[in-house]
Every structure is written in C-alpha cells, then in structure tokens.
C-alpha cells in the first residue's frame, strides 16, 4: 500500500522556495571559489564539491517544485482532503510522484465516469483520456474509490439507457457515437475492475468492495424511466473484459458464483413451468436473464469488437457476460465452476450442463460457455482432470437416449432433439478428451478409471465429440502425439549398464528392457517392445476414428471420405518428427531430423498434448508442405490413422538405431559416402514413400504395422458398448 506523508501547504511552499533560493545561491558560489582558487593558482577541486552539492540541491529542488505543482493541483481539483490538527492543516500527500499523479488522475477519471452516468455527454470525451492509465494501481485504487460499487454499475446502465433513447429517436449519428464511446468506457472499467477485485494486484480493493459489488448488482437499479437489476448492468463489463489483466479466482467466488445463483433463483419457477407439456403451452422456452443490452434491445452496440450494427441483434445473458470475463484465467474458471452452492444437490458444472442448458441454447450464444469449458477442462491439473471427467460423464448421460442401431447394424439417430440439444458442446468436449489423452487410453487398455466415467460412457461422449470436424482433427492430433511419446520411451539398440547413464536410462531400465537377459538391448528386445506399445497405441485410435465413423453414419454424412485435417497431418509427415525434447540416439536420425529440430521445437516438451500436436502441425507444414502427396486422395479416416502410423513407427525405429547399419546403396533417398539417409525436409514425395517402404521390407516394420492395423480395424469393443453389429471393417469402408 501507497505510504502518505502530512505537510502543510504553506510550509510545503516555503521549502520548496528556500530549496530553490539555497540551490541558486550554492551555484553562484561555486562559481565563484573556482574563479578565486584558479586565480590564485591553487587546487580547484573544492569548487568542484561545491558544484556536486549545489547540483544534488538543484535536483531537490526540481522534485519538491513538481510535487508543490501536484500539491496546489491536488487542492485545486480537491482530490484530497486536509486534516485540522492543534498545530494546524495538514494536507495528506502520496511519498511517490507517480502516486501522485495516479491519485489525481484517478479521482479525475471517477468524476468523468460518475458525471457520465449523470448523462453529462462531454465527460465520456474526459474519461477516455485516461484509458491507458489502467495498468497503474494507484490510478485504479483512485478511480475505482470514486466511483465505488455504485458508480461502477451505474455508468453501463445510463450508457444503455441513452443509447436506447438515441434508437428510439431515430438519431443515427448519436447511436453510432454513443457505441463507440461506450464500448471505450466499458473497456476501461473492465480492465479497472479486474485489477481492483485481484488480491494479488496491488490495485486491489478489498474484500469489502467485491461485497458491494454483489450488494448493488442484486439491487433494482434506475436511470431515467429505465429500470434494470445491478447484474444487468455489470454483466456489461464483463462482456466488454479482452482478458488483460484476468479476472481473480477471488472475483469468481464472490461475484460469479452469486450470479449463477441468483439467475436461478430468479428463474426457478419459470424454468420449472417450461418442462412439462402444459408448462410449455404457456410459460413457453426456458428465458434467462438477458442483460441491459438484451434487455433495451441494444444487441452488441456495446460490446467491444463488434460494429455498431442495428439494436435488436443478437442478445446475450447475463451469465454468458459472466462466462465470458472467466475464460482468460483457469483458476477464474476452475472457481465459478467447480463448486456446489449451499442448498443445491448439484456441482455448478453439472448444473449449466443439464438444469440450465435449455438457457443457453434459448440465445445459441454457445461460444462464451463453450470457451470457459475449454479453459476450465484442458489443464494438466487435478482441477481440470475433475471438472473433464465430469463433463464427459453428464454429457455421455445425456446425449446416451439419442442414439440407438439402426437396421443396417450401424448406429441411428432415435430422438434428433436430443442430438441437436447437445451437438453444441462437441467441440469443448473433444477438447477436454484429447487434453485427457493419457487419461483416455489407461481407461481403455488398462480399465483404470477416470472420475466416474467408464469405457461405455467414454464411448458416448466419443460419439458426440467425434461428430465435430475440429474436435475430430483434436482427437487425432492428441492420441498421435501419445503414441509418439509413448513410442519413444523404449529403449535404444545397444543400451547396456555402461552407457545407460550417457543415453539417459537406468540400470533397471536395462534389465526391463533386456527381454532376453544377455546383458544387452539388442534388435529382438526392442522390436517387442515396440510390438507391444503399437497394439496398445490403436485401441484408442480405433474408438476414436469409429465413433467418428458411426456419427457420420447416423447423420447420413457415411459417404464422406477422409476428413481434410487427417490428409493435412499426413501429408505434412506429422507423425514423422521425434517427440520435442527427446534424445536422438540412432545415428541415421541424427542427420534425418537435423534441419527440423531445433530449440523452439525442443521448447514443447512437457507442453500439454494437443498443444505440442497443434505446433508440431504448423512447424511440418513449414518445412515439408507436400511431402506425401501419394496420400492426398486417401479415401477415408482409417487409411490415414494407419499412414500417421506407419510415420510413428518408422520414426522409432530410426530414433532407436533399428535402422542403422542397414544397406542403402543407391537409395534414392540416400546421400554421401558412405551413405546416409537425407534430411527430411530435402526429401522429394517419391523418396519419402521409397523411404517408408525401405523401411518396411528391409527394416522390418511390416509386422508393427499389420500388429497395428489388426487392432485398429478391430471395432467389436466400440460395437458393444453402443450395442451395434457392424459388418466387417476390412474393405476400408
């Protein structure tokens, strides 16, 4: 907190005069012992001392002058106030200049925002001078001071009420205006309110103010013949947050956990009336509160970032303002969803899911929401893993009494309301999947449990987050970048007690490893282990690229081929390059990869999955845009699962030394004497396939790929747990 010093104004201006006078007269003398001491040839180094204090004298006097200037200006614009004491008045002034300078801004701003809210039309002109002063916390605590919880929520609603005038007079040319210095004003004391509600942000308020806010937003508020509730008008400036700074964890548990609350208890009855067949007759779609915009039927006139378009678009609710404010931080996102209200028999998660769900689609502004899940369930965290597991479980319950088999074996659509309901979460439900990637293939292979969501209801949510191109292109991405990783942690030929160390294993990484017990990890050993991670590694390709398969099947879209994101991947070799961060242990991968990685690349390891799969993506395409043009026109998903495959493997093998010593005289995708493998990336399409085939014949890969393609084709896991009977999967279709 900002120290304060008391002076008196008329002392203050007496020293600051004096210091200026004994810095003049200090000068003067300076000068003038120089002239004496060199005259009378003798050392001139005291006029020199002089001349240092004179200076350190003359900068004091500059500072107490700006701070004398700040003083009468303080007193001018009555920011501060005196305090009377036996000995005289005392002014209270901040130690700092720039704290100084903050209080005053500050408090000047809180009277254009205040005067503002009064209708005054010139002080929105006034307060944008002080947009880009939102980054200093003493401006902040001073605006934020001046305006109080009040203020601050009664500036969007005089914003909306003129605004509203303006439409309904016909003015263009004020509507227009007043959007755009709306927006302006709400930008501003978004980033304020963030700052100030962020116990960790020396702007902060304090407990007391989050409490107000509350307070206000609950009370019925007034601005001319208009009447709305505090949230109405609050949920403006959510909306209008660019998520710099983010709103606080601390913010989420006072403020948007008593919004959620409050819309329900406002609209319990309602929603109650809006189930039943006679309530629909008469209560009709299930309403939220929309906030001031929506309400006045301004649409986004006051959003930052859009145009100022016509009133009466597109409305949004005040919870979707709230979602909004709380995608830019996962601890504001993990507060306001994972939680139970007192009273309630349900977490806040599952209740947007399921109870306010039919709210959400009411507007079809999925996108706030849809952002905070991804936010709140895509962390590597206990938190997110919970609210993920949560979220696949409620949602693969809810979308289960969509499908059913169809005549033909294959999945149907049985209730298509049901399926269009829930269709709008697939895409932040495959996102939460593929960040749970691991999560994912232990509760397939190893039936480890996730939360309460077991393989059927994994499944499921599949089915739903498959249907979705981007979250299908996720999916793939992520359990590719598993099974690279997971490719990756067998051992190197060679490896022995010696040299573990050096190559970065242990001692009883060998004796792992070392399946036939001769000391040593030759070829047989580590082409078993890859054996055994490849067949583990297609399961989850299988459920996914199926359940992928069969939504399209159930929504009539079965002649589609292969989805333009997976001939991307493979064309671009995606499953080509080393996991980020691994060590290149075979000497022909040394040279293969040699132009590809380097320190950004290095930099993904440890990055969550579909990060690293998403940058990996854009690095490929870089470098080798084109490489695998033989498989541009594959024909559908699987064909394309199995190519990234085969890249995986070939890029195993030759990070492990598999390859090395091999022949490869007159390869075409050899070079030098003796002959090495090119770089990747100098690779024409023809050598890269000659490559993979190489690798296949005289390498030895065949049998990883037919081990892997055996599994992957297999689908009578994904058949029983969605209770269908699909003919045999061999001829690709």
């Known amino acids: 907190m900002t120290e304060f010093t008391g002076v008196k104004p008329s002392e203050f201006d007496a020293m600051a005069g004096k210091h200026t006078e004994a810095a003049r007269r200090l000068e003067e003398l300076a000068q003038a012992l120089h002239s004496e001491l060199q005259g009378a040839g003798l050392d001139t180094s005291p006029a020199a001392r002089l001349r240092q204090l004179a200076g350190r004298v003359t900068t004091q ?167 709305y509730t505090g949230y109405q008008a609050q949920a403006l400036i959510w909306r209008a947050h660019d998520g710099k700074p983010p709103y606080s964890k601390e913010f989420m548990e006072v403020v948007g956990r008593d919004v959620i609350v409050y819309e329900f208890e406002q609209r319990k009855d309602e929603w109650a009336a809006s189930k039943d067949l006679l309530g629909r007759m008469f209560a009709g779609a299930q309403v939220p509160i929309v906030d001031l915009a929506g309400a006045l039927g301004l649409g986004t006139m006051l959003r930052p970032g859009t145009h100022a378009g016509n009133p009466g678009a597109k409305a949004s609710s005040l919870v979707d303002d709230l979602f909004h404010a709380a995608k830019s931080s996962r601890e504001a996102s993990h507060a306001l969803l994972d939680q139970t209200p007192a009273g309630w028999k349900e977490s806040v998660l599952h209740y947007l899911l399921t109870t306010r769900w039919g709210s959400s689609r009411y507007l079809g502004d999925y996108a706030p929401f849809n952002d905070l899940l991804v936010t709140a369930t895509t962390g590597r965290d206990e938190t997110s893993q919970r609210l993920a597991a949560e979220m696949m479980k409620t949602v693969a319950d809810e979308v289960r009494p969509a499908f059913g088999k169809g005549e033909n074996g294959n999945l149907e659509i049985k209730n298509r309301e049901t399926f269009d309901r829930f269709a709008p979460l697939s895409y932040p439900l495959a996102r939460a999947i593929a960040a749970n990637i691991d999560q994912f293939s232990k509760l397939l292979v190893n039936h480890e449990a996730f939360g309460n969501v077991a393989a059927k209801d994994l499944t499921y949510a599949l089915v739903l987050a498959a249907s979705h191109d981007a979250g299908f292109e996720a999916l793939v991405r992520a359990q590719t970048e598993h099974m690279r990783a997971a490719l990756d942690t067998v051992a190197p030929v060679g490896l022995n007690a010696s040299n573990a160390e050096r190559l970065g294993f242990t001692k009883a990484d060998v004796k792992k490893f070392d399946f036939d017990k001769n000391g040593r990890v030759d070829t047989a050993d580590i082409k078993q282990f890859l054996v055994d991670r490849t067949v583990e590694e297609a399961l989850p390709f299988t459920f996914i690229v199926e359940t992928r398969r069969q939504a399209l099947i159930a929504q009539g879209l079965d002649d589609k081929k292969a989805d333009e994101s997976l001939k991307t991947m493979v064309g671009d070799a995606i499953g080509l390059l080393p996991v980020p961060g691994a060590k290149q242990v075979g000497q022909l991968a040394t040279g293969a990869f040699s132009e590809l990685i380097g320190k950004e690349y290095d930099r993904l390891a440890g990055a969550a999955r579909d990060e690293i799969a998403n940058r990996v993506a854009q690095q490929m395409s870089e470098h080798r845009r084109g490489l695998d043009d033989t498989y541009r026109t594959l024909a559908d998903n699987r064909l394309a699962v199995e190519r990234l495959a085969e890249q995986m493997v070939a890029t195993a093998m030759l990070n492990k030394g598999l390859l090395d010593g091999l022949d490869m005289k007159d390869r075409v995708f050899a070079t030098g004497t003796p002959p090495t493998l090119k770089p990747f990336a100098e690779m024409t399409s023809k050598e890269y396939s000659q490559f993979l085939a190489w690798t296949r014949t005289t390498g030895g890969s065949s049998d990883l790929h037919d081990r892997f393609k055996n599994t992957f084709r297999s689908t009578s896991e994904v058949d029983d747990y969605l209770g269908l009977e699909t003919p045999p999967s061999g001829d690709g279709k």
């Open 61 to 227: 006097a500059e500072d107490l002058r700006r701070r004398q200037k700040l003083v009468h200006e303080l007193q001018r614009q009555k920011v501060t106030f005196g305090m009377s004491t036996a000995v005289g008045s005392f002014l209270e002034m901040p130690d700092g200049l720039e704290a100084a300078k903050g209080l005053l801004d500050g408090t000047l701003a809180g009277r254009a925002a205040l005067n503002a809210a009064d209708g005054n039309a010139k002080a929105l002109v006034e307060l944008k001078k002080y947009a880009a002063r939102t980054g200093d916390s003493e401006f902040v605590k001073a605006f934020l001071g001046t305006l109080g919880a009040q203020g601050v929520t009664r500036l969007p609603g005089s914003l909306a009420a003129r605004l509203r005038d303006a439409g309904t007079h016909g003015d263009s040319d004020l509507l227009a205006q007043l959007s755009g210095q709306g927006k302006d004003a709400l930008r501003m004391l978004s980033a304020a309110l963030a700052r100030g509600t962020d116990p960790k942000n020396p702007a902060y308020m304090g407990a007391e103010f989050l409490k107000d806010l509350v307070r206000e937003g609950r009370a019925q508020q007034k601005s001319g013949d208009t009447k």
